[in-house]
């Protein structure tokens, strides 16, 4: 059912900083490999390999791809967290391969999980993501919370992940979000296939000047 707050869509967004892992001497070697390249460069690298490697998650350190289920309306604004590069996949594509929504746990729930002997099974972790919103009280922060930083709270995001490196073929893509033109046409260097399945920014940015929704 189409809904204007809902999508059959995710998104992949590159950053133009490091990913989060590399800041460890443990990290992975995919992790290295990528970091010193920008947003567009690892877009670029992701489309030749179609390959998106799984990297360590946040607060977790489980290997996963991370997407999300942001809305059109909405991604202008994810665009300035992250950079206006990315690849579109259907929920349905991604669930096939192992993917879902994450879960984001209230800080008691995941502190009380943690302390148990059993933790989180090992399929479960790379899914999971502590909240700890800006309304939550400071003693309540204070008892069940005690990492950086104090308010995590990503809920905006809809995020899914896939647990795993994600490979891919062009026709899996259903779009692919560059900043402009000339990106675009770096596009079609790799890949012919992916003709009219990409989508400029820098139109958007000119749509809402145009014609402010708010």
């Known amino acids: 059912m189409a809904r204007p707050d809902f999508s059959e869509y995710v998104i992949?967004?590159?950053?133009?900083?490091?990913p989060w892992a590399a800041r460890y001497q443990n990290a992975p070697e995919i992790?290295?490999?990528?970091?010193?390249?920008?947003?567009?460069?690892?877009?670029l690298k992701a489309l030749r390999e179609r390959v998106i490697h799984a990297t360590?998650?946040?607060?977790?350190?489980?290997?996963?791809?991370?997407?999300?289920?942001c809305v059109w309306v909405s991604l202008l604004d994810h665009t300035t967290r992250y950079a206006p590069h990315g690849i579109g996949f259907k929920k349905e594509y991604l669930f096939q391969n192992d993917g879902g929504p994450v879960f984001y746990m209230r800080q008691d729930l995941y502190k009380a999980?943690?302390?148990?002997?059993?933790?989180?099974?090992?399929?479960?972790?790379?899914?999971?993501t502590p909240f700890v919103p800006e309304y939550a009280s400071e003693d309540h922060v204070a008892e069940h919370w005690s990492r950086?930083?104090?308010?995590?709270?990503?809920?905006?995001?809809?995020?899914?992940?896939?647990?795993?490196d994600l490979r891919f073929d062009y026709g899996d893509v259903e779009f692919v979000i560059v900043d402009n033109n000339v990106?675009?046409?770096?596009v079609l260097e790799v890949s012919g296939a992916l003709s009219g399945k990409?989508?400029?920014?820098?139109?958007?940015?000119?749509i809402t000047l145009l014609w402010p929704s708010g």
């Not at 992949?12 to 490091?18: A, L, R, T, V």
């Not at 990106?183 to 770096?186: A, L, P, S, Y």
């Not at 990409?198 to 000119?206: G, H, K, S, T, V």
């Open 183 to 186: 990106d675009g046409d770096e």
């Open 56 to 69: 360590p998650m946040p607060w977790t350190g489980k290997p996963a791809v991370a997407f999300t289920e």
């Open 113 to 128: 999980q943690c302390e148990e002997q059993s933790g989180f099974h090992e399929d479960v972790w790379p899914f999971i």
């Open 12 to 18: 992949h967004f590159m950053k133009d900083e490091p």
């Open 198 to 206: 990409i989508l400029l920014m820098e139109n958007y940015r000119r």
């Open 31 to 43: 992790v290295g490999a990528i970091a010193p390249l920008d947003a567009r460069e690892r877009l």
């Open 148 to 164: 950086s930083p104090s308010q995590v709270d990503f809920t905006h995001e809809r995020e899914w992940r896939v647990p795993h």
